[in-house]
């Protein structure tokens, strides 16, 4: 719920009704929308101004639908206001709130809305699984907890303030993926979200077009743990085995002796130790959870060697807080991811599918092919591989790098795909069966031949790359693997 009294203190706006809404009164809101297509009446309508779309452009079907109040940009405004409501008998029943910046107001907005909702509230962040992560923890405190969580990866500095405006007396936590791809925006995010605790989840090669190195990377993501270490009592939780967090940790405990926080680690002492067992039979990883004397075991419900890590952060954040062994067991073994992109096994045709199209960068890209290297098959393995978009001047050396490591371990076939990937091509030429490709069609089609029945595909690259596609092409029932 959104009250009136949150909208009527924010800086900069300037009230334009035409309707008699009184700005002084009692008003209270359902929430927020930026989206025009499912607004509700008791909804209020932000115009965002975006790359490829305007909100502006949809005060008309947000009126029509009686919305009340409507947050548009003052700069649009003075070059609207005369036609606004001219002629329209629809805008006329519209109130709008004209601010500097529509984008900034939602984040004030959402600000506000935290305060008045006092709940604790997570972070979490890193460069590779934070939104599985994210869901993985929410699932684990929700048995103990009323949990608000982000939808997808609604991270971003739009995303994240839209889900805290759905705070309300229902919830007792709040879990919040907080994304970043340029520096200071996760420093705005916690300016917004104010959390009570943060994990970053690895420091990995990622966006290195803007964060220049891992240095880079580190010094945004540990936005997350600055903001908890200067200004808060809340705390932490480190993941040991990574070194950049590691060296964090250890850097801060040298200044402060009370340091607020909690680490996991596979490798390295901590408050909750982890031990791998191995593989289960879809190649789900099984390890051992300690944290003083509760000892037990368990497994991740997904396909990959990056889930022993994902299930420890979220064991040891459910531990934290008081959730009982059974019930994060429970979870974590029937743990199912929200998007149909991340490590997703298929079976089809008598082939298995890996499908790990979500996104990529180096990082993750190694640590999937380390994946289908243990596995165990009779058949042959594939891998087809995308550009890891948003590496700049490190673009060629990294995807020349995963082609020397492709080759190195060994795969039967290596596809690629984008011109970036043409540097993999060319570093993996000593592999047999090595081909590349300028277009997803053919090289769908091209598969179509090179597969048979009891071999395993792995597909990865950038969001921007769309292999879903390829994984839908290898799918569809017209489509039959020889």
């Known amino acids: 719920m959104i009250y009136l009294d949150e909208i009527i203190t924010l800086e900069g706006k300037r009230n334009i009704s035409k309707t008699g809404f009184d700005f002084s009164g009692k008003e209270r809101f359902a929430g927020v929308s930026i989206d025009s297509r499912n607004i509700r009446k008791d909804e209020i309508f932000f115009a965002i101004k975006g790359e490829k779309t305007d909100g502006h452009n949809y005060l008309q079907e947000v009126a029509r639908k009686k919305v009340k109040l409507a947050v548009i940009n003052d700069s649009w405004l003075k070059s609207n206001i005369k036609s606004l409501w001219k002629n329209n ?31 604790p509230v997570l972070c979490v962040g890193g460069s590779n699984g934070k939104t599985t992560v994210k869901d993985m923890i929410a699932a684990v405190l929700s048995n103990k907890f009323s949990v608000l969580k982000n939808d997808g990866n609604f991270n971003n500095h739009i995303g994240l303030p839209l889900t ?28 917004i979200a104010m959390p009570d605790c943060t994990l970053v989840t690895n420091i990995g090669k990622e966006h290195l077009e803007f964060f220049k190195n891992l240095k880079g990377v580190a010094k945004e993501e540990f936005e997350l743990y600055e903001h908890i270490n200067k200004n808060t009592d809340g705390v932490c939780l480190y993941n040991l085995d990574d070194k950049f967090i590691r060296h964090y940790y250890k850097k801060y405990l040298s200044v402060r002796k009370n340091l607020p926080s909690f680490t996991y680690s596979y490798d390295f002492d901590s408050d909750v130790k982890g031990k791998m067992l191995g593989y289960g039979k879809n190649f789900e990883p099984v390890f051992e959870v300690k944290y003083g004397k509760l000892k037990f075991k368990t497994f991740v419900n997904t396909f990959g060697k990056h889930s022993f890590y994902n299930g420890l952060a979220a064991a040891a954040t459910g531990l934290f807080f008081g959730v009982p062994e ?7 073994e029937n743990f199912k991811p929200v998007s149909d992109k991340r490590m997703e096994v298929i079976e089809f045709n008598g082939i298995k599918i890996i499908n790990d199209t979500y996104n990529s960068n180096p990082d993750s890209v190694k640590i999937g092919l380390e994946t289908l290297k243990e596995y165990n098959t009779n058949g042959k393995k594939h891998v087809i591989l995308a550009d890891m978009l948003e590496l700049g001047k490190e673009s060629r050396s990294e995807h020349a790098a995963i082609g020397k490591l492709t080759a190195k371990m060994g795969f039967d076939f290596l596809y690629t795909y984008g011109g970036d990937s043409y540097n993999t091509f060319l570093s993996a030429k000593r592999m047999k069966n090595n081909y590349w490709f300028d277009n997803r ?8 031949n090179t597969c048979s029945k ?17 994984v839908r092409k290898i799918i569809n029932e017209e489509y039959k693997i020889k």
Do not use: P
């Open 164 to 191: 805290l405006l759905k705070l309300n007396e229902n919830h007792s936590f709040a879990v919040l993926e907080a994304g970043s791809n340029h520096f200071n925006e996760l420093k705005y995010l916690c300016e």
């Open 454 to 470: 009891g071999d395993i595909i792995y597909v990865k690259g950038s969001r921007g790359m769309e292999m879903e596609e390829v």
């Open 441 to 448: 069609e053919v090289l769908s089609e091209f598969l179509k």
């Open 326 to 332: 059974k019930q994060i067991k429970e979870v974590l």
């Open 89 to 119: 008998r629809y805008l006329k029943n519209l109130s709008c709130l004209a601010v500097k910046d529509t984008i900034k107001t939602l984040g004030e907005l959402a600000s506000q809305h935290r305060q008045r909702n006092s709940v």
